[in-house]
């Protein structure tokens, strides 16, 4: 699908909850809103929107949705566009287990998606090490 993208981490003892901050941080710098599961043995899920009244029309139920999951020592972080979920919080079990979490989106936001997607994974990677 365009505009997903799986990245994974082998070996690298790193603190989960750290680098779930620093995306946060990252995103919030951004200019982004930010919303995040409760961590659970599944993982988390972080969610990202851009404001903006055009956006809002367009696209208000879009994020940018990533994924972390694993141990800190094996983990998977996936990024892509997902559906704004409104109780994100109460809801991590199955979301992560939803494949639908991920939308097919079109070439305008697949575009935008792959730029911030692109910087997003090259800062965590250098996060990670």
């Known amino acids: 699908m365009i505009g997903d993208k799986e990245v994974h981490f082998a070996g690298k003892a790193t603190d989960l909850h750290a680098l779930q901050a620093h995306i946060e941080k990252y995103l919030n710098d951004d200019g982004f809103t930010t919303q995040a599961s409760p961590t ?9 929107r851009k404001g903006g009244w055009l956006r809002d029309i ?13 141990g800190s020592n094996d983990f998977t ?7 704004w979920l409104e109780h994100l919080g ?10 639908e979490l991920f939308l097919f ?7 935008w998606n792959l730029e911030i997607e692109d910087k997003l ?7 990670i090490g």
């Not at 659970?40 to 990202?48: E, L």
């Not at 109460?90 to 494949?99: D, F, Q």
């Not at 994974?121 to 996060?127: G, L, M, N």
Request: cysteine-free; overall charge negative; charged content about 15%.
């Open 105 to 111: 989106i079109d070439l305008a936001d697949a575009l």
């Open 40 to 48: 659970s043995d599944q993982g988390v899920v972080i969610q990202a």
């Open 58 to 70: 367009v696209a208000a139920d879009r994020a940018l949705t990533i994924t972390i999951t694993g």
């Open 121 to 127: 994974i090259a800062d965590f990677t250098t996060f």
């Open 77 to 83: 972080v996936r990024v892509g566009i997902g559906k």
């Open 90 to 99: 109460v809801a991590v079990i199955e979301t992560l287990l939803l494949s």
